[in-house]
């Protein structure tokens, strides 16, 4: 079994979870009972009005057994993520862990089964191209620690029709260039998609530069807390990845992942 999980949304979408005891506790107790002792709460950052350093403390106090990080997933929302990147600049030191992550290109929410439609407009190239040059702004934006779901736009399977190898060898060596993360996600296995997020050709390439990682379950329901994990060790072991990165006030720790 895997003791860590570095993405996480207790808010999932909902306003009305703001961060209490009865919203976090959950959490910790899924965590307990499957053996996860290291994970980091990182809702998206236009939910930050919800976040509270007070509540994790507490939560973290309750809960000292384990490592409880506070994180948060910061995208390029084109309405909110100017304000989540002056939020993530303001609260920086009280931070363990920022994931960075892109939801939008061509302006639309293109992970949202909602805007499917949106692809027919565009070339499935260009798309990718915009995408993984928004990836790459991203990890140079200095704010970020790992980079969550790095092939997210393949949920639907729109995949492109020349080779983008170029590309991403670019973003990874970006990547690398920043000492940051990259993360290996199960969430893809609940998505149309059917894999986890990156593909193993982009794992098996971030293992060649010598590129860290980090895992997670990307859990929206604390039930969801290291969904598909025997599938995540398969993967672990395949790739031969031995340690991966945990966070602390953005110091990267790097350890076993095995309980
Ligand atoms: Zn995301
Ligand atoms: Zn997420």
Redesign the pocket.
């Given at each position: 079994m895997l003791k860590f999980d570095y993405?996480n949304?207790p808010q999932a979408h909902r306003e009305d979870l703001h961060y209490r005891e009865e919203v976090l506790q959950p959490w910790a107790d899924k965590a307990r009972a499957i053996g996860i002792t290291d994970f980091a709460l990182?809702d998206?950052d236009r939910y930050k009005a919800g976040f509270s350093f007070d509540e994790l403390k507490k939560f973290q106090y309750n809960n000292s057994d384990l490592k409880i990080r506070a994180g948060i997933?910061l995208d390029n929302d084109p309405e909110t993520s100017d304000s989540g990147k002056k939020w993530v600049e303001k609260h920086y030191d009280d931070l363990d862990f920022v994931?960075g992550?892109v939801h939008f290109v061509k302006d639309f929410p293109f992970d949202h089964p909602y805007y499917i439609k949106e692809y027919d407009n565009y070339d499935i190239d260009e798309l990718y191209t915009e995408y993984y040059k928004l990836i790459q702004k991203t990890a140079k934006s200095g704010l970020v620690d790992s980079l969550?779901?790095l092939d997210l736009i393949k949920i639907f399977k729109f995949f492109p029709e020349t080779d983008l190898s170029a590309l991403y060898e670019e973003t990874l060596d970006i990547i690398k260039a920043q000492d940051l993360s990259m993360e290996i996600s199960t969430?893809g296995f609940r998505k149309p998609i059917g894999e986890q997020y990156p593909h193993f050709d982009l794992i098996k390439l971030a293992k060649a530069k010598g590129i860290s990682f980090t895992i997670a379950s990307?859990a929206?329901t604390a039930a969801d807390l290291g969904k598909n994990y025997d599938l995540l060790e398969n993967i672990l072991k395949e790739f031969e990845i031995e340690e991966v990165a945990t966070y602390e006030k953005h110091k990267k720790i790097m350890a076993s992942p095995y309980l």
């Open positions: 993405h949304h990182t998206h997933e994931l992550s969550a779901h969430a990307d929206h």
